[in-house]
Each structure stands twice: as C-alpha cells, then as structure tokens.
C-alpha cells in the first residue's frame, strides 16, 4: 500500500521560512520520481517543484530561486525547502510520486504565509 505523508507546515510571516518533509512507504522510493504541488483556494493544483530518481530537479517560475527540493533515498523521504515565504505562497501544499502508470498523491499540508 502506497502511502506519503506530508509534514512542516504552519503559518509564518512574509519573508520566513519552512521546510516540508513527505514521507513514502509501499514504493521503490529511489527509482520514483517525486514532486510537490500546491492549491490556493479556488486556483487549479499547481506543480511547484519536481525531482526525478536521478536527482535533476525543476522549478515553477514563481518560486525559482527561493524553494529548493531534494530528496533522501535512504530514508524514502522529499523535501521542500521554502525561503522568502510571499502571501502568495498560501495552500495546501501536496506530495506526489509518479509511478508507470499513475500518480500517488499525499493528503497535504497547510502552508499560511502572512502578510
């Protein structure tokens, strides 16, 4: 049974900092690819940043720069670390593990960023 579950949200003020760690079981972790969404209210999910097995990662335009994703194959885990948190950066933030034939998805975790 594959499971993820996200962890490290919370409210912060503008320009602060939060690391999200997401925990994976039931998959072969080093060979998946691994990536993090967000959904703002009443806005689509969102891909904010993507990591493959191999460890090329990818950014969404808007948190170049300031979010950095990695990923620890020995203990099954992706991280996403968010500096200079903006308001805009408010959502539910999603893990996601694409396997060959469909995605698992975590259940999220608030992320609140005042202004």
């Known amino acids: 049974q594959v499971q993820l579950v996200e962890s490290g949200g919370g409210l912060v003020q503008a320009g602060g900092s939060l690391r999200l760690s997401c925990a994976t079981s039931?998959?072969?972790?080093?060979?998946?690819?691994m990536g993090w969404y967000r959904q703002a209210p009443g806005k689509q999910r969102e891909l904010v940043a993507s990591?493959?097995?191999?460890?090329?990662?990818n950014y969404a335009d808007p948190v170049k720069g300031r979010f950095s994703i990695s990923r620890d194959n020995a203990k099954n885990t992706v991280y996403l670390q968010m500096n200079s948190l903006k308001p805009e950066d408010t959502a539910v933030y999603y893990c996601?593990?694409?396997?060959?034939?469909?995605?698992?998805w975590g259940q999220g975790t608030q992320v609140t960023v005042s202004s």
């Open positions: 996601a593990a694409s396997g060959p034939a469909s995605t698992a």
């Open positions: 990591v493959t097995r191999g460890g090329s990662t």
């Open positions: 039931g998959i072969i972790f080093r060979l998946t690819a």
